[in-house]
């Protein structure tokens, strides 16, 4: 007899498939040494230096390689340019489902050494954490799915099983510089590997809130996030004659202007599902009622729940396109008025927003004919994943199974990820960064003293070999 229904999600009524009793092909448990292993192999990863710039992920895709092939799985290890990897393994199934996607980057962010308290590249097990650049973003996440991945081939293929559908692991480069070696170039130089119906990156997150997991948030779309320059124009000169029209104070001015400036409030499916889901068990009630008010689609109450939400930036920022000034240029010497300079806008605009509208209305708020607007880049906009699809219902089924007081939400993050190049592309991609973590080891993150908590991995790893079970199903 199967495990007892689950009790009903409160925070969607839509997802009655939870309370479906599940009979696991796979044994999702994870031994005292499978986390022995885990934490070995991300501390090894994050000894394995992969700043990007300039990446060199070449050594840690051939170790991974090594491994899989250890194994037994079969790997293609690629190299787009010297220096730079990607490795791809997969598991083959009988074909009967098309294949899931697992992916992670390589490449991490920089640091200030002077700010750790331990070597960053150490790869040191501190009082039940692993610490290190890349435990969270994203070796954690990487060593994770490569524990799964093969635990899945140790515990089914190996002892006989079959799989309904191909699962695809891919390490990716060159993610942190949104360069043109990471998923894009497989994408363009050799799709073939990676093709696939589902994908799993990151993107989402296991949030703590009052020191007990409350919600897991399935990224289903992101933001875009482009680059947006200001550049004011004035007369040059000698700085002991203060000048008319000086560039400096145009360009201060224009950045403080845009810098104020808040975009309406848009809310997406994914949004209304995002702050339907919380409502039900955020625990401040003023919030929680804020985010009843925005789900619910009446104008009045989206207005006012909106205002309420807008005092946490992170809430506000999921609400409406966002501006922040990043970057300012100007002058050289402090006796010479420049003749120009210039700021550096990051705009990240909501899915489908226009952004030369946006553009447009700078312009007219700046309302300089010698301050220019110009667009310099312009990121990936992609259409949402569904929140009907198997493998976002098998995701909520697993974070359920781990724990029956989590709830699953769709989330669109302001951050920007590779998943967007993967929903251009046609692939239903989810991202969750599957570690329960509180808002503070959240923010080490591209920050000093990263680190990931050792049960927050066990769970990671389990939520993906629950999650890989599920997924198996035909559909």
Known sequence: MGPPPRARNPASTRLAWLDTPHFHMLDTSLSQHELDESVGYLCHAIRIDTVNPPGNEARLGAWLDTILRGAGVETTLLEPVAGRAALIARLRGNGSAPPILLTAHMDVVGVEREE????????????????????????GMLVAELIAFLLLKRRVLDAGGTLARDVIFAATADEETGGEYGLGWIIEHHPELIRAKFAINEGGRVRIVDGRPLYAAVQTAEKVANVVTVTAIGPAGHASIPLEGNAVARLARAVALIAAHREPVVLSATTRGFFGGLQHVWPDVEIAGAMGEVASGEPSLVSRGAATLGRSPMFDAVLRTGISPTVLTAGSRHNVIPATGSATLSV?????????????????????????????SRGTDAPPSATDSIAFRALADAAQALDPSLVTVPYMSTGATESAKLRAWGVQTYGILPFPLDADDERRMHGADERIPIASLAFGIRLLLE?????????
């Open 348 to 376: 990240r605009t909501l899915p489908g927003e226009d952004l030369d509208d946006l553009v447009t209305r700078l312009r007219a708020l700046v309302a300089d004919p010698q301050v220019e607007i110009t667009v310099s």
């Open 116 to 139: 750790w308290s331990v070597g960053p590249f150490g790869g040191e097990v501190k009082d039940g954490y692993v610490y290190g650049r890349g435990a969270i973003d994203d070796k």
């Open 467 to 475: 999650l890989l079970d599920r997924v198996q199903r035909v559909d």
